[in-house]
């Protein structure tokens, strides 16, 4: 027994003096794509201070405070299916990882056989035949590579490389689905308020539609007069129409994302309102910092690593390969003695394999390993660039829809005044049914853009925290 120790502690130190050479090239992280600064005129999203916190270390049950949604949050990390897909490949990233690094230590195997053969006079050496038996125990490796030129390291280093970029790929799944199940649940907030409105508008409409039609009967009022009234009703029921539609989209869509029917409790009620305090404010920071906070970015980081890696494997393969064959035991020809005194037995086998012609096999290899590795560096580029304009377009959208919204909050007053007085200037004679009309539809038209504003600028914010990386940090509720 202590003989097999210290075969396998051979070997495990063999193969660790062995494995420290590597040809893969040194790695450079590519210079940074993009500006060192956000474009000139966006304004930070908010101000220095103790409050803002970096979106990356900000989990998203602190920056969202509207407790419905947490819990849809929470449903839709738990049910949805393409975030489960996505934790499942970091299992099997792992599994892959640990059969690929098994490669760099020996393998002992413990082999019992036996077995009993008859051979004929005619054929046996000398002319002597007979039964034959022959029975064998013992511990050994098999083909265990000696790692000179780190083709196996390689190798293990690119499959970990491979499991790193699932963890990531998992974590941008995960904030890729919390921000759009609170683009979903803002959205159905918005039917909600949509249909209440266009439902508000349709009663107002028919009362004045009926109105119409008793002062037309009674001579008080034209046809035109009835037939712009009539209109108006019939583009309020259309309005209704829509707003019920949307709503069942984005019901279901939003369903989809949680994994299973919408709670009815977890619909958001037509009275919701945008309130600029339902989420945190958030620093930009620099575009630099995008490298470390976003998981997409630090994935395909990974896939840069996990290439530059097979270009270290594609070049040990134009070298000398040895594997080592070895075995520690005991043999006998009889099962009675297989462990008796004078039964051990050994072997020990070295082979080399050079290669000298292969079709350009291995130089094809190396040439698809270093355009894989090009491929990487332009994904990881690219992946830079596009995380850089998501953050562009969130900062270009606070600079701009916070005012808008601002503004048509005012134009939605102004328009209900003119309203209030339009009809009063209608009821008194003093002004047409027309400039009425137009009054009630400037109003309806001044409403939705309110609403829709507010959400634009909800989800903006909500996408300015995705994009710079918040949303797969967590805390215990």
Not at 146 to 157: K, P
Not at 343 to 358: E, M, N
Not at 378 to 399: C, N
Request: with cysteine; proline share 4%; glycine share 8%.
């Amino acid at each position: 027994m202590n003989s097999v120790k210290q075969i396998g502690r051979a070997s495990v130190l063999m193969a660790s003096l062995l494995a420290g050479c590597s040809l893969a090239p040194v790695y450079e992280r590519p210079v940074l794509p993009v500006a060192k600064e956000w474009p000139a005129g966006l304004a930070a999203p908010a101000p220095a201070g103790k409050e803002a916190t970096p979106a990356q270390q900000l989990p998203w049950q602190a920056f969202f405070r509207d407790e419905q949604l947490k819990q849809l949050i929470g449903m839709a990390l738990e049910h949805n299916r393409d975030l489960r897909v996505a934790t499942l490949n970091i299992e099997r990233a792992r599994a892959l990882y640990d059969v690929q690094s098994a490669d760099r230590v020996p393998n002992l195997n413990l082999a019992v056989g036996g077995a009993r053969q008859q051979v004929p006079d005619a054929v046996a050496p000398g002319g002597n035949g007979g039964r034959a038996s022959s029975y064998s125990a013992g511990i050994g490796l098999t083909a265990f590579e000696l790692d000179l030129f780190g083709r196996v390291r390689s190798l293990s280093d690119a499959a970990l490389q491979q499991f790193a970029a699932t963890e990531e790929a998992q974590r941008a799944a995960q904030i890729g689905l919390i921000a759009q199940v609170a683009f979903s649940y803002e959205s159905l907030a918005a039917d909600e308020q949509l249909l209440a409105l266009s439902q508000q508008t349709l009663r107002n409409r028919a009362a004045a539609h009926e109105r119409q039609i008793r002062l037309q009967l009674s001579g008080a009022s034209s046809e035109y007069d009835l037939r712009q009234s009539e209109s108006l009703l019939e583009s309020a029921k259309v309005a209704v129409l829509q707003a019920q539609r949307q709503r069942a989209l984005d019901e279901n869509a939003l369903a989809l994302l949680l994994g299973h029917a919408l709670p009815p409790t977890s619909v958001p009620g037509a009275g919701k309102r945008w309130d600029g305090e339902a989420i945190a404010p958030l620093p930009a920071g620099l575009p630099s910092d995008l490298l470390t906070a976003r998981p997409d970015i630090r994935q395909q980081e990974a896939l840069l690593r996990a290439a530059n890696a097979n270009i270290g494997a594609a070049r040990a393969a134009f070298f000398p390969r040895i594997s080592l064959t070895s075995a520690f035991g005991t043999a006998s020809n009889a099962l009675s003695g297989l462990f008796a005194a004078g039964s051990r037995a050994w072997t020990f086998q070295g082979q080399g394999v050079l290669p000298i012609f292969d079709g350009g096999r291995n130089r094809a290899n190396l040439k698809g390993a270093v355009a894989e590795r090009d491929i990487a560096v332009a994904q990881y580029e690219k992946t830079v660039q596009s995380a850089f304009r998501e953050v562009a377009d969130a900062l270009a959208g606070h600079a701009t829809l916070g005012e808008e919204l601002r503004a048509v909050r005012a134009q939605e007053h102004a328009e209900q005044v003119r309203h209030d007085l339009a009809k009063l200037r209608y009821e008194s004679g003093e002004a047409s049914y027309l400039e009425y009309l137009d009054a009630q539809r400037a109003l309806f038209g001044a409403q939705q853009q309110t609403i829709r504003t507010g959400l634009a600028e909800l989800q903006n914010r909500i996408g300015l925290y995705k994009s710079l990386g918040g949303g797969w940090s967590t805390i215990e509720l």
